[in-house]
């Protein structure tokens, strides 16, 4: 059977988590449908062992970088489109179709990827009240691909040569596209899960933060509105909706203190990633 698409996960020590996440991804699928390879970079784990499974390549390398592990998936993967999928994504086998469907159907280049689904239910009533408001902010509304997968078509992935050298190769890429050549597939979804407490929330987003500030802006093919028009605009969506106006100090201040974390930590090469998920998953 030939493979309708390549799928590159680079994974570091993420051996509690990247079998869930090919079990789920591959739970339907036929043998050889998905050419899956999972690039574990400078793990002292078992992520090479836990990704083991039929039908998933496993390559190793030593230095420890999701950017480098993203150009080695490339490297050995040769069916377009082609998904980029962290290890600790939640999809499944019918939203990968979906993409694969979406992406094959088109001959200009694109990009793509289900629709964004945030799992807070584990974490405290700050962060849920955070993703209350989150969720009608403009990041979510202008065709956002990434925060764990994005896809591509040929045409598409000639957009860029090897990855760059960034934290944010997700933004790196959804940028590479104006909003009318993204893909978002609104009737699937994936799953990302949010932070346990605020504390851990402030520093996820504050990598996040350093990490968009590292593209150049000149570099980046989709102008978005301004800040001040995208909280505005936030504001007022929020004014509409009385029950959710408790919610809206847990979100400025989880806002402002990522922002504010992310200036004092500017330069940090640390990757700053979220713990809390994968001391869950280990226990």
Same mark, same amino acid.
């Given at each position: 059977?030939?493979?309708i698409?390549?799928?590159?996960?680079?994974?570091?020590?993420? $051996?509690?988590?990247?079998?869930r +996440?090919?079990e789920?991804? &591959?739970?339907?699928?036929? @043998?050889?449908?998905?050419?899956?390879?999972?690039?574990a970079?400078?793990?002292?784990?078992?992520?090479?062992?836990?990704?083991?499974?039929? *039908?998933?390549?496993?390559?190793?390398?030593?230095?420890?970088?999701?950017?480098?592990?993203?150009?080695?998936?490339?490297?050995?993967?040769?069916?377009?489109?082609?998904?980029?999928?962290? @290890?600790?994504?939640?999809?499944?086998?019918? @939203?990968?179709?979906?993409?694969?469907?979406?992406?094959?159907?088109?001959?200009d280049?694109?990009?793509?990827?289900?629709?964004?689904?945030?799992?807070?239910?584990?974490?405290?009533?700050?962060?849920r009240?955070?993703?209350?408001?989150?969720?009608?902010?403009?990041?979510?509304?202008? $065709?956002?691909? *990434?925060?764990?997968?994005?896809?591509?078509?040929?045409?598409?992935?000639?957009?860029?040569?090897r990855?760059?050298?960034v934290?944010?190769?997700?933004r790196?890429?959804?940028?590479?596209?104006? /909003?009318? =050549?993204? &893909?978002?597939l609104?009737?699937?979804?994936?799953?990302v899960?949010?932070?346990?407490?605020?504390? +851990?929330?402030?520093?996820r987003?504050?990598?996040?933060?350093?990490?968009?500030?590292? &593209?150049?802006?000149?570099?980046?093919?989709?102008?978005?509105?301004?800040?001040?028009?995208?909280?505005?605009?936030?504001?007022?969506?929020?004014?509409?909706?009385?029950?959710?106006w /408790?919610?809206?100090?847990f979100?400025v201040? *989880?806002?402002?203190a @990522?922002?504010?974390?992310?200036?004092?930590?500017?330069?940090? +090469?640390?990757?700053?990633?979220? =713990?809390?998920?994968? +001391?869950?998953?280990?226990?």
């Amino acid at each position: 059977m030939t493979a309708i698409m390549s799928v590159v996960v680079p994974a570091h020590d993420e $051996g509690p988590l990247v079998r869930r +996440t090919l079990e789920r991804m &591959l739970g339907s699928a036929a @043998a050889g449908e998905f050419d899956v390879v999972v690039v574990a970079n400078g793990c002292s784990d078992d992520t090479a062992v836990q990704a083991a499974l039929p *039908g998933v390549r496993v390559v190793e390398i030593a230095e420890r970088s999701k950017t480098a592990a993203l150009d080695a998936g490339d490297a050995v993967s040769s069916t377009f489109p082609r998904a980029y999928v962290d @290890a600790d994504v939640d999809i499944s086998t019918d @939203a990968l179709r979906a993409v694969a469907r979406a992406l094959s159907a088109e001959s200009d280049a694109r990009v793509a990827a289900p629709r964004l689904r945030v799992d807070a239910s584990s974490s405290s009533a700050p962060v849920r009240a955070y993703y209350a408001i989150w969720a009608l902010s403009e990041y979510r509304a202008a $065709g956002h691909v *990434g925060s764990g997968f994005y896809a591509v078509n040929a045409a598409g992935r000639e957009r860029w040569g090897r990855f760059p050298g960034v934290i944010a190769d997700d933004r790196f890429v959804q940028q590479r596209f104006l /909003p009318d =050549e993204r &893909l978002c597939l609104e009737e699937h979804s994936f799953t990302v899960q949010a932070s346990r407490d605020m504390a +851990t929330h402030i520093a996820r987003g504050a990598r996040i933060e350093r990490g968009n500030a590292e &593209l150049p802006a000149s570099a980046q093919l989709a102008e978005q509105a301004t800040a001040g028009r995208r909280y505005t605009t936030l504001l007022a969506r929020v004014a509409t909706r009385p029950l959710l106006w /408790p919610c809206l100090p847990f979100y400025v201040y *989880g806002f402002g203190a @990522a922002k504010l974390q992310a200036r004092r930590s500017a330069g940090a +090469t640390a990757w700053a990633r979220d =713990e809390s998920v994968r +001391t869950a998953a280990r226990a």
